[in-house]
């Protein structure tokens, strides 16, 4: 009994180690998944220090004696001095148990070694290239031109330092609670917004504060900056932030233990509810090379409640399926093996890279990567761009030939050199039926003062300003265009009506006019860019408008007013 306790107990405590090891390092329970195979190690090394600690111990003895050689103090002298050891050299045994344990662990690691050498790209060059597949796009036709009212101009450090600022205004939450600088970018209700949860601001906070989860999440519209604390009426239980089996990580591992997940991201649906979008990866080359994904699991970051998603039927409000970063190493393999791993190496034919950095762009209600396609042995220039969706990987290259992002801030820079303004990563824009770079100009404090305009064929070409028209108009002028606005999209709706109420107010630098009809409660929203009689449109005026559609609000793209008064 007593040698059948101790052996019950070495195997408890072994279980327990092993459980703990699991437990912090999270693997899938999957074969191709390289940590998977690192933690079986791991357990066998446990299993055996536990059950046959004395038979290591006298393993790692027979190792060290009767090698080599011994240090030892001449008689004499007293002094150290070091001799062959002449002793008959013991015999290195291996138990049974440990002799199983080290050839499984030499057979794991042999196994890793086949699957990486069955990944190599020296031999799957064409499989590399084939993980994204990139077709020719015309860019005039693919990406609509925005109205002025529809351009983002916040990116996420200015996201940051907006959504600091809101949190710090709550006096009984900054105590509480920090914020994660996540800000992922979404569309949500036609408008580009950057979110990201609250987090417990220390343990102590968590332990005060964890039975009601996290109240709020941060969203900041990307155009005028507008930024909202959205409370919830039950708090997020489930986030990055959170301890023990509501941590985001382990509470999605143990309910899918096979799937091997890419990083979470934070998004809401369409009507502002909190989940989190943990992509679950699949490998298209070897054993665990190629890295795609194949779906999404996600989790309601309230309830709890989660479901795996194939990557064809995910919901339409998901923007990121797939991390950037992702994107860019297939874009990168898609342009070196183009004519195969050796020509990526020597010649160098048609081989063409991502630039260094990457912007987003809305279209249609979905997010796309944005990045600009470069020669490798030119970093002056591009040759084109490409746009890609994040939820479908659709891909689209852009054959425009122009200056690189870098040079572009440069240029755009130069423009207002002695205000040593710094500019933020471009994002592209079609105006006028041409590529262009849209810039923001922020000054040491990281507020932005300035916008700017690069042509992407001239980047000579530059329109600054302090608002948006501003720099639009010196842009086209500098480009010797018509100042025209843009036409209205296809999807507008026209209405007639008097007007009941009306008022103004002035967003990133442009005065914006907000209106009502007679008998309607939808408020229509209007740019001073729209039309130049709107600063002297008063109640009781017949409007003819021409609209688009964004929640409760209406964004007017067009209007005449009678010139006659009611």
């Given at each position: 009994?007593k040698?059948?306790?101790?052996?019950?107990?070495?195997?408890?405590?072994?279980?327990l180690f092993m459980?703990?090891l699991?437990?912090?390092?999270?693997p899938?329970?999957n074969?191709?998944d390289?940590?998977?195979?690192?933690?079986?190690?791991a357990?066998?090394?446990?299993?055996l220090?536990?059950?046959?600690?004395?038979a290591?111990?006298?393993?790692?003895q027979?190792?060290?004696?009767?090698?080599?050689?011994?240090?030892a103090?001449?008689?004499?002298?007293?002094?150290?001095i070091?001799?062959?050891?002449e002793?008959e050299r013991?015999a290195v045994?291996?138990v049974g148990?440990l002799?199983?344990g080290?050839?499984?662990?030499?057979?794991?690691?042999?196994?890793?070694?086949?699957?990486s050498?069955?990944?190599?790209?020296?031999?799957?060059a064409a499989r590399?290239?084939?993980?994204i597949?990139?077709?020719e796009?015309?860019?005039?036709s693919?990406?609509?031109?925005?109205s002025?009212?529809?351009i983002?101009?916040v990116?996420?450090?200015?996201?940051s330092?907006?959504?600091?600022?809101k949190?710090g205004?709550?006096t009984?939450?900054v105590?509480q609670f920090?914020?994660?600088?996540?800000?992922?970018?979404?569309?949500?209700?036609?408008?580009?917004?950057?979110?990201?949860?609250?987090?417990y601001?220390?343990?102590?906070?968590?332990?005060?504060?964890?039975?009601?989860?996290l109240?709020?999440?941060?969203?900041?519209?990307?155009?005028?900056?507008?930024?909202?604390?959205v409370?919830l009426?039950?708090?997020?239980?489930?986030?990055?932030?959170?301890?023990?089996?509501r941590?985001?990580?382990r509470y999605?591992?143990?309910?899918?233990?096979?799937?091997i997940?890419?990083?979470?991201s934070?998004e809401?649906?369409d009507?502002?509810?909190p989940?989190?979008?943990?992509p679950?990866?699949?490998?298209?080359?070897?054993w665990?090379d190629?890295?795609?994904?194949d779906?999404?699991?996600?989790?309601n970051?309230?309830?709890?409640?989660?479901?795996w998603?194939?990557?064809d039927?995910?919901?339409?409000?998901?923007d990121q399926?797939?991390d950037?970063?992702?994107?860019i190493e297939?874009l990168d393999d898609n342009?070196r093996?183009?004519?195969?791993?050796?020509?990526?190496?020597f010649g160098?034919r048609?081989?063409?890279?991502t630039t260094y950095g990457?912007?987003?762009?809305?279209?249609d209600d979905d997010?796309?990567?944005y990045t600009?396609m470069s020669?490798?042995?030119s970093?002056e220039?591009n040759i084109?761009?490409?746009l890609v969706?994040l939820?479908?990987?659709?891909?689209?290259?852009?054959?425009v030939?122009g200056?690189t992002?870098?040079?572009?801030?440069?240029?755009?820079?130069?423009?207002v050199?002695?205000l040593?303004?710094?500019a933020?990563?471009p994002?592209?824009l079609?105006?006028?039926?041409r590529p262009a770079?849209?810039i923001?100009?922020k000054?040491?404090?990281?507020?932005v003062k300035?916008?700017?305009?690069?042509?992407?064929?001239?980047?000579?070409?530059?329109?600054?300003?302090?608002?948006?028209?501003e720099?639009?108009?010196?842009?086209r002028?500098?480009?010797?265009?018509?100042?025209?606005?843009?036409?209205a999209?296809?999807?507008?709706?026209?209405?007639?009506?008097?007007?009941e109420?009306?008022?103004s107010?002035?967003?990133?630098?442009?005065?914006?006019?907000?209106?009502?009809?007679?008998?309607e409660?939808?408020?229509?929203?209007a740019?001073?860019?729209?039309s130049?009689?709107?600063?002297?449109?008063?109640?009781?005026d017949?409007?003819?408008?021409?609209?688009?559609?964004?929640g409760?609000?209406r964004?007017?793209?067009?209007?005449?007013?009678?010139?006659?008064?009611?």
């Amino acid at each position: 009994m007593k040698r059948f306790s101790s052996i019950a107990g070495r195997i408890l405590i072994s279980a327990l180690f092993m459980f703990l090891l699991f437990y912090s390092m999270l693997p899938a329970v999957n074969l191709r998944d390289r940590n998977f195979i690192l933690y079986l190690i791991a357990c066998i090394l446990i299993f055996l220090a536990v059950n046959f600690l004395t038979a290591v111990k006298d393993f790692i003895q027979s190792l060290r004696d009767g090698r080599g050689f011994g240090a030892a103090r001449d008689p004499v002298t007293g002094r150290v001095i070091f001799r062959r050891n002449e002793s008959e050299r013991p015999a290195v045994r291996l138990v049974g148990p440990l002799k199983y344990g080290f050839a499984a662990i030499a057979a794991l690691i042999l196994l890793m070694a086949l699957a990486s050498a069955l990944g190599l790209k020296l031999f799957n060059a064409a499989r590399y290239r084939d993980l994204i597949h990139v077709t020719e796009g015309d860019f005039s036709s693919d990406v609509a031109e925005l109205s002025m009212s529809q351009i983002p101009v916040v990116d996420k450090d200015t996201a940051s330092r907006l959504g600091n600022k809101k949190l710090g205004e709550m006096t009984d939450l900054v105590s509480q609670f920090e914020i994660l600088n996540n800000y992922t970018q979404i569309n949500y209700q036609g408008a580009p917004y950057r979110v990201t949860p609250l987090s417990y601001a220390d343990p102590i906070k968590w332990l005060y504060n964890q039975r009601k989860g996290l109240p709020a999440y941060i969203a900041v519209n990307m155009v005028n900056q507008d930024t909202n604390l959205v409370w919830l009426d039950s708090g997020m239980k489930y986030s990055t932030s959170e301890y023990f089996f509501r941590n985001i990580y382990r509470y999605i591992r143990f309910r899918y233990p096979s799937k091997i997940f890419e990083t979470v991201s934070f998004e809401t649906d369409d009507e502002g509810t909190p989940y989190w979008v943990a992509p679950t990866i699949a490998y298209r080359i070897g054993w665990w090379d190629g890295k795609d994904i194949d779906g999404a699991v996600l989790v309601n970051a309230v309830t709890g409640e989660s479901r795996w998603y194939a990557k064809d039927e995910v919901p339409q409000w998901i923007d990121q399926l797939y991390d950037s970063n992702l994107i860019i190493e297939q874009l990168d393999d898609n342009g070196r093996f183009q004519n195969g791993y050796f020509n990526s190496l020597f010649g160098q034919r048609g081989v063409r890279r991502t630039t260094y950095g990457y912007n987003y762009l809305a279209i249609d209600d979905d997010v796309y990567l944005y990045t600009g396609m470069s020669s490798v042995t030119s970093d002056e220039s591009n040759i084109g761009f490409v746009l890609v969706n994040l939820r479908t990987k659709e891909t689209r290259f852009y054959t425009v030939p122009g200056a690189t992002e870098l040079a572009a801030m440069e240029s755009a820079r130069g423009q207002v050199q002695h205000l040593n303004y710094s500019a933020t990563f471009p994002l592209l824009l079609n105006i006028s039926d041409r590529p262009a770079y849209f810039i923001s100009l922020k000054d040491a404090a990281g507020l932005v003062k300035m916008y700017a305009f690069v042509d992407v064929g001239q980047y000579q070409i530059v329109g600054t300003g302090q608002t948006i028209d501003e720099a639009k108009r010196g842009y086209r002028t500098a480009l010797n265009l018509e100042d025209a606005a843009p036409a209205a999209p296809k999807d507008t709706t026209e209405i007639s009506g008097r007007i009941e109420a009306a008022a103004s107010a002035v967003i990133s630098g442009n005065t914006c006019y907000y209106f009502t009809l007679e008998g309607e409660t939808d408020i229509y929203t209007a740019f001073i860019s729209v039309s130049e009689q709107l600063p002297f449109i008063r109640p009781g005026d017949t409007v003819h408008i021409s609209f688009t559609q964004g929640g409760q609000v209406r964004e007017i793209m067009a209007i005449e007013v009678d010139a006659g008064r009611n």
